[in-house]
């Protein structure tokens, strides 16, 4: 990893931090895109502290705006991004509504990791074109599996269950990723999509509807890994040349796994890149 340079999301904390340090660990530089300017420089320091190279951009990923200012600024920051990770992501127990109009599990956890993707895709092609490859890598979750809402993905006309709105942003980001795998088998780009497992991370404390709150606890204390343990599957990714061509693939524990079929259907992940385009019209 040495001289590569990794942009990862969400990484002040949980299964983010730990990768991030990870990765710092394996020679690459880090750029920490993250709310918290405190917590940003906390583990930039971490990383300093281990010999790792870190720089951190402060945005609020919740805002399309915020997100594609982040976007824009990386090439200006670095010479080259051979690694993307879309790792941010929030389970949000009642309706909250951001300014730009988004329901917030759906602007976190699929419109922005989008839209940063959207903006970053021309400086990863130039890194692919100059050193052989770059990597796209989305953090999704094994619940997944809940049909799209066609006609009411923000919830504004729909009873808002928060399980619910949760399952679909990551169905949305696993079709979202095989989608773009096709659009960019062509340059060199290989996208995939992680279920990282039932990590021991804030996500797990959450206000969670019944009977979620009492079942997601109880599997956690049984069979929850810690983050640096679920690290390990988004670092191989990123960095293995044992992983060089996988394109397009679910993957839980290192190991490529079938995600629901739903989110196989090539019509319907068409048909959902160009709704999210036209949402997102005003910020591409």
């Given at each position: 990893?040495?001289?590569?340079?990794?942009?990862?999301?969400?990484?002040?904390?949980?299964l983010g931090r730990a990768t991030a340090l990870q990765l710092a660990q394996k020679g690459a530089s880090v750029i920490?895109?993250?709310?918290?300017?405190?917590?940003?420089?906390?583990?930039?320091?971490?990383?300093?502290?281990?010999?790792?190279?870190?720089?951190?951009?402060?945005?609020?990923?919740?805002?399309?705006?915020?997100?594609?200012?982040?976007?824009?600024?990386?090439?200006?920051?670095?010479?080259?991004?051979?690694?993307?990770?879309?790792?941010?992501?929030?389970?949000?127990?009642?309706?909250?509504?951001?300014?730009?109009?988004?329901?917030?599990?759906?602007?976190?956890?699929?419109?922005?990791?989008?839209?940063?993707?959207?903006?970053?895709?021309?400086?990863?092609?130039?890194?692919?074109?100059?050193?052989?490859?770059?990597?796209?890598?989305?953090?999704?979750?094994?619940?997944?599996?809940?049909?799209?809402?066609?006609?009411?993905?923000?919830?504004?006309?729909?009873?808002?269950?928060?399980?619910?709105?949760?399952?679909?942003?990551?169905?949305?980001?696993?079709?979202?990723?095989?989608?773009?795998?096709?659009?960019?088998?062509?340059?060199?780009?290989?996208?995939?999509?992680?279920?990282?497992?039932?990590?021991?991370?804030?996500?797990?404390?959450?206000?969670?509807?019944?009977?979620?709150?009492?079942?997601?606890?109880?599997?956690?204390?049984?069979?929850?890994?810690?983050?640096?343990?679920?690290?390990?599957?988004?670092?191989?990714?990123?960095?293995?040349?044992?992983?060089?061509?996988?394109?397009?693939?679910?993957?839980?524990?290192?190991?490529?796994?079938?995600?629901?079929?739903?989110?196989?259907?090539?019509?319907?992940?068409?048909?959902?890149?160009?709704?999210?385009?036209?949402?997102?019209?005003?910020?591409?």
């Amino acid at each position: 990893m040495k001289d590569k340079t990794v942009a990862i999301t969400g990484a002040t904390s949980g299964l983010g931090r730990a990768t991030a340090l990870q990765l710092a660990q394996k020679g690459a530089s880090v750029i920490i895109i993250a709310r918290s300017n405190t917590k940003a420089n906390e583990i930039i320091k971490e990383i300093e502290k281990e010999g790792g190279k870190g720089q951190s951009i402060i945005s609020d990923l919740s805002s399309m705006e915020n997100t594609k200012e982040a976007a824009e600024s990386i090439p200006y920051t670095v010479k080259r991004l051979d690694v993307l990770i879309n790792n941010a992501g929030a389970h949000f127990p009642k309706y909250r509504e951001t300014p730009e109009g988004f329901e917030s599990t759906l602007a976190l956890n699929y419109l922005s990791p989008f839209l940063l993707t959207h903006h970053l895709i021309e400086k990863m092609e130039q890194t692919a074109s100059d050193y052989g490859e770059a990597r796209i890598i989305n953090i999704t979750s094994i619940m997944h599996k809940s049909p799209i809402n066609w006609d009411d993905l923000n919830y504004k006309n729909t009873t808002y269950h928060s399980n619910t709105a949760y399952y679909q942003s990551k169905h949305l980001l696993t079709s979202f990723t095989y989608y773009l795998s096709r659009k960019l088998k062509e340059t060199d780009i290989t996208v995939n999509c992680i279920h990282p497992g039932l990590v021991k991370t804030a996500l797990i404390h959450s206000d969670y509807a019944f009977p979620m709150n009492l079942i997601v606890p109880i599997v956690d204390f049984f069979i929850g890994e810690s983050p640096d343990q679920a690290a390990e599957t988004p670092v191989w990714l990123a960095l293995s040349n044992k992983v060089k061509g996988i394109n397009g693939e679910y993957i839980h524990h290192r190991k490529i796994k079938k995600s629901w079929a739903p989110t196989k259907d090539e019509k319907a992940q068409s048909k959902l890149y160009n709704v999210t385009l036209t949402m997102l019209d005003k910020w591409l």
